[in-house]
Antibody, heavy 112, light 112 residues
């Protein structure tokens, strides 16, 4: 069974950085892209970017370019999403996803 | 970027009755490989999104056959043949033909 297990909720101060992990199991990590998606409270879904774990190639949405970094560790089958320069507008649930199953989500709250 | 527009944004339905959601893209979703990469996702209250349909009409693993997808080019439809209580939630169309991946605004399905 394919599973994506994300790290726990975070509370961050404005201006700081958050890094979320997504450990996959049930399939060969390097066979599929891992995407990251943002969902602000009560809002819809916004694609942030993806990584190809096979070669580390990344593609980012223009909105997040310069602030987001997605990486993958093939030794632990884990993908990471790092978001810098946090503001209150970044308060959201962040999901990792393959082209099939999604992770359970990680709530990031940005508050002074 | 490709803009995805769903209608209606809210759909009150009677249990056992059909429901239909429309999704239009601002440009054709036909990829250069000949496939059309239009997905439908379901998000139940308090849950992460779940893939229902991929490439217009293919049900993902474990998805009941009361869900069906159709369409071509820029116009797509998700149909639920007989709505059950567990179908309550928000449904999103998503295109994966082109970067950035983009989602519709979401359609809330609720029971009358």
């Amino acid at each position: 069974e394919v599973q994506l297990e994300q790290s726990g909720a975070e509370v961050k101060k404005p201006g700081t950085t958050v890094k979320i992990s997504c450990k996959v199991s049930g399939y060969t990590f390097t066979d599929y892209y891992v995407h990251w998606v943002q969902q602000a409270p009560g809002k819809g879904l916004e694609w942030m970017g993806l990584i190809d774990p096979a070669d580390g190639e990344t593609i980012y949405a223009e909105k997040f370019q310069g602030r987001v970094t997605i990486t993958a560790d093939t030794s632990t089958d884990t993908a990471y999403m790092e978001l810098t320069g946090l503001t209150s507008h970044d308060t959201a649930v962040y999901y990792c996803a393959t082209d099939g199953p999604w992770g359970q989500g990680t709530l990031v709250t940005v508050s002074s | 970027e490709i803009v995805m527009t769903q209608a209606p944004l809210s759909s009150p339905v009677t249990l056992g009755q059909p429901a239909s959601i429309s999704c239009r893209s601002s440009q054709s979703l036909v990829h250069s490989d000949g496939d059309t990469y239009l997905n439908w996702l379901q998000q139940r209250p308090g849950q992460p999104p779940r893939l229902l349909i991929y490439k217009i009409s293919n049900r993902f693993s474990g998805v009941p056959d009361r869900f069906s997808g159709s369409g071509a080019g820029t116009d797509f439809t998700l149909k639920i043949s007989r709505v059950e209580a567990e179908d309550v939630g928000v449904y999103y169309c998503m295109q994966t033909t082109q970067f950035p991946r983009t989602f519709g605004q979401g359609t809330k399905v609720e029971i009358k």
